[in-house]
């Protein structure tokens, strides 16, 4: 369709933005960018080509996906919300924490995208391509990282091309994501608690201050992406906490600790966050058969990363 062949970068500039739109539409894939990682895209409503999804990634079914939407109204005919909801997203969105709620039994969205739980993951991507074409196409899109399941998240259309490969969809490139870490993902529970699924930019802390301390995580119950105790791998092993390099070793720096290359000289957590996922990709495509990651801080931000580091280390 449009000429369009696997892997193209479809200029967001110069018609890409319809293009995608009617490509989603038909229930074709489209790689796109969001302010996080780039997203993997397909019609939330349309079983074939959320299963288009899951081949692409080579993706568990166990695991269900994110809900892109274009805001609160959209996500309101997906989920009950209720008070707490409606403040998280008036406060965070568009923005980088996902929402796991209640899903309504007539919200249409194809069952694999919930994997059978009875609940949503639900978010309103800030990226200004992602909210151009949502708002375009008037749908919801399912859109799980686009790279291949377990493997390390893509920040740049070049990263996905090279994670996919034959299967890459075409491409909206937005350029390189600003944020490069995964949205935060929450749960809140009708009993009125709520608990953290995955930690991210908007961090445990700030969420604390809103709605109380999170209940503890029970059960093996995977209800959102990132959830897996092994993910995000580079492909090779990882050893975290390294303030110098073993033989045979990639060594990825941070603050005084040099290494061959650093997610931040000057120890920005934001910064590091923001490179974690290229580091990876470049280590994985260097020489040394190992990587080594120096330590990183506990708080804020770095809670996150850690999180990361500890899937891809698994």
């Known amino acids: 369709?449009?000429?369009?062949?696997?892997?193209?970068?479809?200029?967001?500039?110069?018609?890409?933005?319809?293009?995608a739109a009617e490509l989603l539409r038909a229930g074709e894939l489209v790689a796109i960018p969001?302010?996080?990682?780039?997203?993997?895209?397909?019609?939330?409503?349309?079983?074939?080509?959320?299963?288009?999804?899951?081949?692409?990634k080579g993706r568990p079914d166990f695991n269900p996906l994110i809900v892109h939407v274009s805001g609160v109204e959209q996500a309101r005919a997906l989920a009950h919300f209720d008070a707490r909801a409606e403040m998280?997203?008036?406060?965070?969105?568009?923005?980088?924490?996902?929402?796991v709620l209640p899903a309504r039994a007539d919200s249409g969205i194809a069952p694999a995208v919930t994997a059978g739980l009875p609940t949503i993951a639900l978010r309103s991507p800030a990226h200004p391509v992602a909210r151009a074409l949502l708002a375009e196409l008037v749908l919801p899109l399912a859109a799980p990282?686009?790279?291949?399941?377990?493997?390390?998240?893509?920040?740049?259309?070049?990263?996905?091309?090279?994670?996919?490969?034959?299967?890459?969809?075409?491409?909206?490139?937005?350029?390189?994501?600003?944020?490069?870490?995964?949205s935060t993902i929450i749960a809140l529970r009708e009993s009125g608690g709520w608990q953290l699924l995955r930690p991210g930019p908007v961090g445990i802390e700030t969420l604390?201050?809103?709605?109380?301390?999170?209940?503890?995580?029970?059960?093996?119950?995977?209800?959102?992406?990132?959830?897996?105790a092994r993910h995000y791998s580079?492909?090779?092993?990882?050893?975290?906490?390294?303030?110098?390099?073993?033989?045979?070793?990639?060594?990825?720096?941070f603050g005084e600790v040099a290494g061959q290359i650093s997610l931040s000289t000057t120890g920005d957590l934001a910064e590091a966050a923001a490179r974690l996922y290229a580091c990876l990709h470049i280590g994985a495509a260097a020489r040394e058969s190992r990587?080594?990651?120096?330590?990183?801080?506990?708080?804020?931000?770095?809670?996150?990363?850690?999180?990361?580091?500890?899937?891809a280390s698994a």
């Open 1 to 19: 369709m449009n000429g369009t062949n696997p892997g193209t970068l479809l200029d967001p500039a110069s018609g890409g933005i319809a293009i």
């Open 34 to 56: 969001t302010e996080t990682v780039y997203g993997l895209a397909a019609r939330a409503d349309s079983a074939a080509a959320v299963a288009a999804i899951y081949r692409a």
């Open 88 to 99: 998280l997203a008036a406060r965070f969105w568009p923005g980088a924490l996902t929402l």
């Open 145 to 182: 990282s686009a790279n291949r399941s377990l493997g390390v998240s893509p920040t740049r259309a070049r990263h996905v091309c090279d994670s996919l490969g034959d299967a890459c969809p075409p491409v909206l490139d937005g350029g390189d994501c600003a944020a490069g870490l995964e």
């Open 208 to 228: 604390s201050a809103l709605l109380g301390e999170p209940d503890e995580l029970r059960g093996a119950t995977i209800e959102a992406p990132g959830q897996l």
């Open 234 to 253: 580079p492909g090779k092993p990882v050893r975290l906490n390294a303030t110098e390099s073993e033989e045979g070793e990639f060594h990825i720096g």
């Open 291 to 311: 990587l080594a990651v120096a330590p990183i801080p506990t708080d804020g931000m770095g809670a996150a990363i850690n999180d990361r580091l500890r899937r």
